[in-house]
């Protein structure tokens, strides 16, 4: 893959995640001094003017205003969120069910942290039960996405888990 259009996180002046971009635009954004390396990764860039570490995180220096940081909690985009995969089994596309991970009438809320994507399969077969009691593991922790990560189908850098999980727990 082309290093320089791996993906890089944008976060705002104040550490708030921000957006994603791609390494070519990012050390254009460090090279012109609008943003800062935050974290890097393994390897090195190459340029005419010198060799600098290639960026995995970077920090923009003036604060950007952002008005809508959230999606909605709606089905699509709990989909969006979970890859069109189900949390349990793995499973991707098909029919797929939002599932309550602590069943709604056991006291499970409609939150980014208690919905997930299900197969028929998996939904049925955990029915009105929680995970441990249904013997079955999540695939990973529902979380409360940023707009932009909706379309991220994985975190492609473990570098960027303490900025995307920080602040905002449902
Ligand atoms: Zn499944």
Not at 128 to 135: S, Y
Request: glycine share 6%; net charge positive; proline share 6%.
């Amino acid at each position: 893959m082309n290093k320089l259009k791996q993906k890089v996180l944008v976060l705002n002046q104040n550490y708030e995640p921000l957006s994603i971009t791609i390494m070519k635009r990012a050390a254009v954004l460090m090279l012109t001094g609008r943003a800062e390396l935050v974290e890097r990764r393994s390897f090195d860039l190459h340029s005419v003017n010198g060799v600098y570490p290639a960026p995995s995180v970077i920090r923009l220096k003036t604060y950007i205003r952002v008005d809508n940081r959230w999606p909605p909690l709606t089905r699509k985009n709990i989909l969006k969120r979970d890859n069109h995969t189900c949390q349990y089994c793995g499973a991707k596309g098909g029919d797929l069910t939002i599932d309550h991970v602590i069943p709604k009438n056991r006291g499970g809320r409609d939150t980014w942290d208690n919905l997930v994507t299900a197969c028929v399969k998996c939904n049925n077969r955990k029915g009105n039960r929680t995970p441990e009691e249904a013997g079955m593991k999540l695939r990973r922790k529902p979380f409360k996405p940023y707009y932009f990560m909706l379309n991220l189908p994985d975190i492609p850098d473990s570098r960027w888990e303490k900025y995307l999980f920080l602040k905002h727990r449902v």
